[in-house]
């Protein structure tokens, strides 16, 4: 089973900083990488798969890249609508579709 | 616009079962695989079971299998999840989820709750 870990656990931003959250397979698993919000009370939400390829209405503030094992999520300039848990998930070597153990982005 | 509705959820005693149900609309749902994902309280996501479009793959976690059954009909957009034998760490929200790969789409939730 893939391993996906996360860093940093929680990452202390203010509004209108950058964020960078990082997310690193334990094995290569191409592009096949998605990234997801998740706010309290509700279902996460798909940002980022393919690595780099914005779901259907995800702000252009959100952007993804890397490939094989190392994989970065970018929030060029945070809303207060942003501070949520981000969790990456690989989805290439399935089952299961392993998940992240989240990063939380809080107000600094 | 796409929706996942799940239902079902409750509470059970230990080693009891439960079946959870997922309706689904705005979108060809004979079409679309589909996944559940649970979410034990304060803690991450983890996959439990996957079913493709016509039924004929079906996987599961390790931790549900033998345990837990997926299915779905294709006639009435929905989607279910036979929870049998459950434990004290089965409790959590299971989400219903569409997958595109990977999931793109998710329900909001229903809360699986295992005590005595």
């Known amino acids: 089973e893939i391993v996906m870990t996360q860093s940093p656990v929680t990452l202390s931003v203010s509004p209108g900083e950058r964020a960078t959250l990082s997310c690193r397979a334990s094995q290569s698993v191409s592009s096949n990488l998605a990234w997801y919000q998740q706010k309290p009370g509700q279902a996460p939400r798909l940002l980022i798969y393919?690595?780099?390829t914005r779901a259907t209405g995800i702000p252009a503030r959100f952007s993804g890249s890397g490939s094989g094992t190392e994989f970065t999520l970018t929030i060029s300039s945070l809303q207060s609508e942003d501070f949520a848990v981000y969790y990456c998930?690989?989805?290439?070597?399935?089952?299961?579709?392993?998940f992240g153990q989240g990063t939380k982005v809080e107000i600094k | 616009e796409v929706q996942l509705v799940e239902s079902g959820g409750g509470l059970v005693q230990p080693g009891g079962s439960l079946r959870l149900s997922c309706a689904a609309s705005?979108?060809?749902?004979?079409?679309?695989?589909m996944n559940w994902v649970r979410q034990a309280p304060g803690k991450g996501l983890e996959w439990v079971s996957y079913?493709?479009?016509?039924?004929?793959?079906?996987y599961y976690a390790d931790s549900v299998k033998g345990r837990f059954i997926i299915s779905r009909d294709n006639a009435k957009n929905s989607l279910y999840l036979q929870m049998n034998s459950l434990r004290a760490e089965d409790t959590a929200v299971y989400y219903c989820?569409?997958?595109?790969?990977?999931?793109?789409?998710w329900g909001q939730g229903t809360l699986v709750t295992v005590s005595s």
């Open positions: 705005g979108f060809t749902f004979s079409s679309y695989s």
């Open positions: 079913i493709s479009s016509r039924s004929s793959t079906i």
């Open positions: 393919g690595a780099s």
């Open positions: 998930q690989q989805y290439n070597n399935w089952p299961p579709g392993t």
């Open positions: 989820a569409r997958d595109r790969p990977p999931t793109d789409y």
